[in-house]
């Protein structure tokens, strides 16, 4: 009966989708203030209908229902119930619930935080988001049905989840990446939005940019946790490895932040206005590409969905029908958008713009080192398949974002409309002299190596920084004292700063775990042990230990620091019950500057087993920069400017008629 209700909540859902679509859309032509005014209990309805379905599904994986077809697929009832819930979204099926519900609940965010919004704006954001909402929920319903039934075959025991699931980050990660992706249609709406009214204007990318950064912190989120997650539970111990799913999420993240650099200067300018609607679809468009590569079969990766083809035929459709006719609409509407503003070549917009092309030429040199295989596989046949990895994005991309580097410290220095050379010079010249030396003597004193990339990578970094503290000290200088200063400058310039913080950061944690770590894989018998720097593991031999669900093969291994007991590490090698499946578990012991990280391997007989052992500095500071990055990005949000109430305002002409202008209220 649960999962009978939960299918009839998705049609429900379906049904109240299509309203939304059609009312308010009909509503905002015809100026009906009544059906504009549908689009909120429309959108509050479809989430409500949404949340039943998800809970339905997940009451059906608690309570070990195998009469659902995925249950049976992806459950066991010796599967612990936190990993029975997040099998919910373990596969194919849930995962699309998961995503529909996501994209609901963006929806309804925007209905109840977006009070202030013009109605028939309003009424045209929500539309769209019922239209791609339609999209999927029939894609759910007719091709990829999570409730499907085993009625006349119900199996006593499930398959079980994959192994490789069966941990912590199936948890998090998935949801935190979902919002990232889904939110981006929140910015996609309005952009859709703009270009129907034909009004976009700095009270227009005032209502964006919030959206826009909080979906882009969520990504940046659950890529942090994604690599996370690859780095401690594939064995391996890297952190990112070019993988085609890892590349169709970074890909929507490069344009985001492209995105919300190019709102910046349409909210202060008035220019790059056809540019940043641009961007907002790309951004949008490239998570449904994501989607469909996922999930249509045509990659092997331990990140995709097994799914038939048939199904990703279905899938690429509605992607192309929603790309298809929102660069359809763009291309008509683009001219009536654009903007007319001017500026010189040392300005602050030509520096964003830069960086806006540097992000997108990133994008579409993962884009092609993504498709490119597949497209020569269906032109020259699956017997002349070829492969691109990590040598040609390093080659490419690597480059591109140390130009991003040296371009940012520079364009934190420039002015709207115009800069002086000269004192453009002045600004930078001792500070790039600063960053280069520090960037030489501290990889020197640290390590006593001389390493030209950790030293560029060191520079870059101190660069970014110090023109940050430089920012602030010039932008508190005039001030009475330098606490009300620092007060002044608002939530959203810290965001800024915060999020560019985080980007050094992430730059050090990756260019110095890549040149100073240790990576030995060794045989070790009982009481053998390996000395790598100050630390000495010592191999103690492995013992059999049962887990809920799985038997594993646990090793202890010692760490001598200095000659002196240090800590004591457990990697085991599992074997799940259910599906037979045998599973690496990495043992790591994380530190602020640097992790220990232990793997087991396979036996060698003889009581010898194969062990990785690595010592990795400053790995912890990838993801450390990213959550810091992400945690700029909600700071700016909180800034009061996004607070206050915004109204129709009668304009100079110049402005537009009837142009949306900002009107904050304490």
Known sequence: ???????????????????????????????????????????????????????????????????????????????????????????????????????????????LLSRNLPLDILARVLSVMGIITSGFLAFLLFTSNPFERLLLNTPTEGTDLNPLLQDFGLIIHPPFLYMGYVGFSVAFSFAIAALLTGRLDAAWARWTRPW??????????????????????????????????????????LVGTALIHSLAVTEKRGVFKSWTVLLAIAAFSLSLLGAFIVRSGLITSVHAFAVDP??????????????????????LRAPVVSGTSTYGGYSREVFLLINNIILVVATATILLGTLYPLIHEAIYGEANRVSIGPPYFNALFLPLMSLLAMTLGVGTFTRWKQTAPAFLWQKVGKLLFVSVALGIVIPLVVTAEFNMGAMFAMMLAIWIVICIGRDIFDKTANKADRISGLRSLGLSYY?????HFGFAVVICGICLTSNYSVERDV???NGESITIGKYEFRFEGVVERQGPNYTANSATVQVLKNGEQYLTMHPEKRMYT????????????VGFFRDLFTALGDPRGDGEWVVR?????????????????????VTAILDKRYRGKLVRADVPA?????????????
């Open 654 to 666: 110049a402005a537009g008629k009837g142009s949306l202008q900002p009107v904050l209220e304490s």
């Open 495 to 499: 965001g800024m700063q915060l999020a």
């Open 310 to 331: 048939e199904r990703g035929i279905v899938l690429l459709t509605l992607l192309l029908l929603i790309i298809g006719s929102s660069l359809f609409l763009y291309a």
């Open 212 to 253: 826009t950064n909080a979906a882009w912190a969520f990504l940046t989120c659950g890529i942090a946790l994604g690599s996370w997650w690859a780095y401690y539970e594939l064995g391996w111990g890297g952190w990112w490895f070019w993988d085609p799913v890892e590349n169709v999420s970074f890909m929507p993240w």
């Open 578 to 589: 259910a599906r037979g499946d045998v599973q690496t578990e990495a043992d790591i012991q």
């Open 613 to 633: 052992i690595h010592v990795k500095p400053f790995v912890f500071w990838i993801w450390f920069g990213a959550f810091l990055m992400a945690a700029g990005g």
């Open 1 to 111: 009966m649960i999962p009978e209700l939960g299918n009839f909540a998705v049609m429900l859902a379906l049904c109240l989708a299509l309203l939304q679509v059609v009312i308010p859309m009909a509503g905002s032509f015809t100026n009906n203030t009544l059906w504009m005014s549908l689009a909120r209990p429309l959108s509050s309805g479809l989430w409500v209908f949404m949340v039943l379905s998800f809970s339905c599904l997940a009451y059906a994986f608690l309570h070990d229902d195998f009469s659902v077809a995925y249950v049976a697929r992806n459950s066991n009832t010796l599967l612990p119930s936190y990993y029975k819930f997040a099998a919910v979204w373990g596969a194919h099926e849930g995962s699309l619930l998961l995503w529909i519900l996501i994209l609901s609940t963006w929806g309804y965010a925007v209905s």
């Open 523 to 525: 045989r070790m018998a």
